[in-house]
């Protein structure tokens, strides 16, 4: 009886210190969750997880944490936590020992470097610091993490991150159970067939391989063919600038290979995309890499496959139609020619299709009940033939974007087009379309942008543009519309941006009292372009406008001074075009500030020249009658790239400063009655492209400095007084006519000189 009273209570202390240790161990852990947390910098008003850890809850319910069947964590996830320091390589979080998961991913530890301490977590399966922002060199203790089977250090924009040649190898040589490795955005400096071989000596069973923006300075080994199970391969950004290694078609489980902006060229093996497993194939923006298709099998498993920017060439075959599991095909700016194919109508589950800037022939084939189409971009082909019939549209419910410009398309605009109930983005502009007389549309039309310039629609403006209350900007330049309009039939475009109606037989008249700001709030582009317009229109506190094109109209008198001041107050306001006009002067005062291009050519302008605006880059004030001398412009043109002041009456030196101008590309003031020399200081301007000062009064010799001039491709100093020797043989001689003190090629005119009495000899 005693031995069993004894017995039963040795069993009772057994179970009382076996709960009490469970008790102490898990309070043990919720010690040092919580110190671990109270350690941390980390924004209270972003967090969803650490915000709401109680203590007086059971840990294993905290938000991000998970536990085990003896309440030890197992997990812990403080992604997106905002947390920006806290985690050393003294931090609790390291005597977590019983860790299996953990993801500290989209946090921002930017000025931290990597803590050594996570190889102390040996239970790890999971580690996630994508993007969390940890610097320097990736500790090699992560190497005791024999368990791990997903390692995540990549990230998306930015990364300090460095792996040195030979460390790759010692990180991965003991994770044999790894089978998946991210280290994009992390600098690797080991070569090609390094990072190949480490790799695949040590990780047998990787199926996940992502290096991509690593910097890698060579491509992959031919030995990492030796892994047979790698079913997703992203290289993305890497400049290998080698040819495309071939055996990536001879990866048996290859689901997924993105090799995009990676400098490749030659050519890719056909049989890749005869992979029965591949789904998303990415080799996209190589510019030399070349390649053609052969026929798509019955029954392959491709989602997406993308070649823009390639040089791909030969058809898109009719069997495009067996990949019924298509949803994105990217074959923009290639060589691709002949027919779309018709097939191309069986692709039900297609999301985003563009064959742009190709040489596809033919008519517009049938994209008849693509349901899920959302895409679809035919821009700079050679497409023919009339794309009127309803029955090409038909279906097409989830249309967003259409871009059929710059092809050879004819006929009337399809009113099926216009009628499609989620297109917020036409563009037919530069075809041969010539009608419009049935469209007609619902006004909650979603469509937003309507481009159909360059075609040669006939007649008045459609009454359905006047409708769309949705538009953000409508282009109707280069036809052939005509009648008269004001821009107030408008007005009830009220989200308008961008409105262009340039170059049609149209008369747009402007209401004096009526302020385009209060029509149009939003207004930044606005194109009026050969419009005979006779007065410019009211946009004073038009603050968002950027863009303004009057020229080649009826306008005369002054330029107002408040025109400057536009687009909030001068600072937005960008472009500015008033040529071909009849304006006589500028109102005083005026402030130009802001603007990049500024064109008054062809006007009536007289008086003193102004300062062009400090930013621009393109300034022509050629063809007025300006009669001043130049200002001292050249320390405010600090970006101009072309200058222009010819065919004026401009008078006296041209002014030192101007050959300070270093940006200067384009020059041109000929046709004044300038004076003095062409000084040395032109040899300044290195970048300079073209040069022309004739028809003035410019004595003294053609300066040498101009033969350092490389980018020099046009001269012209031709009817001057210009004497001397020509110091540049490459220009012809209509360069250097009018000119009786020139000697020298390629006038001839032979030169004798003796100090500087110079004898001309005129040759047979």
């Known amino acids: 009886m005693r031995f069993r009273m004894f017995e039963s209570a040795l069993l009772i202390l ?25 350690s941390l ?28 069947s003896n309440s030890r964590v197992s997990g812990l996830d403080l992604s997106s936590e905002s947390i920006s320091a806290g985690i050393n390589d003294t931090s609790t979080l390291f005597k977590l020992s019983h860790l299996q998961s953990l993801s500290l991913a989209h946090n921002s ?34 190497s005791n993490l024999t368990r791990l089977v997903v390692l995540d250090l990549s990230n998306k924009y930015y990364s300090s991150l460095t792996l040195e040649n030979s460390d790759l190898g010692r990180l991965v040589r003991n994770l044999t159970s790894l089978r998946e ?23 047998p069973n990787l199926r996940v391989l992502s290096l991509s923006d690593a910097q890698l300075p060579g491509p992959p080994g031919s030995t990492l063919i030796k892994l047979q199970s790698l079913s997703v391969i992203r290289l993305d950004g890497n400049s290998f600038s080698s040819p495309f290694p071939s055996f990536f078609a001879d990866f048996p489980n290859l689901k997924v290979l993105t090799i995009s902006s990676c400098d490749l060229s030659g050519v890719v093996p056909r ?6 497993s591949l789904q998303t194939i990415d080799l996209s923006n190589n510019r030399d890499l070349e390649g053609s298709f052969l026929e798509f099998p019955v029954d392959g498993s491709l989602e997406k496959l993308m070649l823009s920017y390639t040089k791909f060439s030969g058809n898109l075959p009719e069997s495009i139609g067996n990949l019924r599991k298509l949803s994105n095909l990217d074959v923009r700016s290639n060589r691709f020619s002949g027919p779309i194919p018709s097939t191309i109508k069986n692709l039900k589950l297609l999301v985003y299709l563009d064959l742009s800037q190709n040489k596809f022939s033919g008519n517009v084939p049938s994209f008849a009940f693509l349901k899920n189409l959302n895409v679809l971009n035919l821009y700079s082909n050679g497409l023919t033939g009339e794309i009127g019939d309803d029955s090409l549209w038909k279906g097409l419910d989830n249309l967003e974007f259409l871009d059929l410009s710059v092809n050879s398309l004819q006929g009337e605009l399809p009113p099926s087009l216009f009628a499609l109930p989620q297109l917020k983005s036409l563009h037919l502009s530069h075809n041969t379309f010539s009608g419009s007389s049935k469209l007609s549309i619902n006004t909650s039309s979603p469509l937003e942008v309507v481009d159909l310039s360059n075609n040669a629609l006939q007649g008045s403006i459609p009454q359905i543009f006047f409708q769309l209350q949705n538009l953000l900007s409508l282009s109707l330049a280069s036809n052939k519309l005509s009648g008269s309009l004001r821009l107030s039939d408008f007005s009830k475009l009220t989200n308008l941006v961008s409105l262009d109606l340039s170059y049609n037989k149209l008369s747009v008249h402007v209401e004096e009292r009526v302020q385009l700001a209060k029509l149009f709030p939003r207004l930044e582009t606005l ?15 038009q603050s968002s406008l950027m863009m303004l094109d009057l020229s080649h109209n009826e306008l005369e008198g002054e330029i107002p001074s408040w025109l400057w001041r536009v687009g909030d107050d001068g600072f937005l306001f960008r472009f500015l075009n008033l040529s071909h006009n009849r304006l006589s002067h500028l109102q005083q005062p005026y402030k130009m500030r802001g603007l990049d291009f500024l064109d008054l050519h062809s006007n009536l302008l007289s008086g003193e020249i102004p300062k062009p605006p400090p930013s621009a880059a393109y300034v022509d004030f050629s063809s007025n009658s300006f009669t001043s001398i130049i200002p001292e412009i050249g320390n405010i043109l600090k970006r101009v790239m072309t200058f222009s002041a010819a065919d004026n009456k401009l008078v006296g030196r041209i002014p030192p400063s101007l050959w300070n101008a270093t940006g200067l590309q384009v020059l041109n003031l000929s046709r004044n009655a300038l004076s003095g020399h062409i000084p040395s200081a032109v040899g300044n301007l290195a970048r300079l492209q073209s040069l022309d000062l004739s028809f003035n009064a410019l004595d003294g010799e053609i300066p040498g400095e101009l033969a350092r001039l490389t980018f020099l491709s046009f001269l012209n100093v031709s009817y001057n007084h210009l004497v001397g020797k020509i110091p540049l043989q490459k220009f012809p001689e209509s360069s250097y006519v009018g000119n009786e003190g020139l000697c020298g090629q390629p006038l001839n005119v032979s030169c004798d000189g003796r100090g500087r009495e110079m004898h001309y000899v005129l040759l047979d």
């Not at 009382?16 to 919580?34: A, I, P, W, Y």
């Not at 931290?112 to 320097?136: D, I, K």
């Not at 049989?271 to 029965?276: A, D, G, M, P, S």
């Open 271 to 276: 049989k890749l995309f005869q992979l029965k």
């Open 109 to 142: 530890f930017d000025s931290v470097e990597f803590p050594s301490q996570f190889g102390r977590l040996t239970e790890l399966r999971y580690l996630n610091l994508s993007n969390s922002g940890f610097s320097g060199q990736i500790p090699l203790s992560l």
């Open 181 to 203: 490795l991210y280290l994009d955005m992390v600098k690797i400096s080991a070569d090609g067939n390094d990072w190949s071989t480490a790799l695949s000596s040590h990780l």
């Open 41 to 68: 910098t980390y924004d209270s008003s972003v967090s969803t997880k650490l915000v709401h850890w109680n203590e007086s809850v059971d840990f294993c319910h905290w938000e991000g944490l998970k536990c085990d």
């Open 527 to 541: 194109m009026l372009a050969s419009c005979n317009l006779h007065k410019i229109p009211n946009l004073q506190n």
């Open 14 to 38: 057994l179970l009382l210190s076996t709960s009490d240790r469970g008790f102490v161990s898990g309070q043990s852990e919720k010690n040092l969750l919580l110190q671990f947390r109270n």
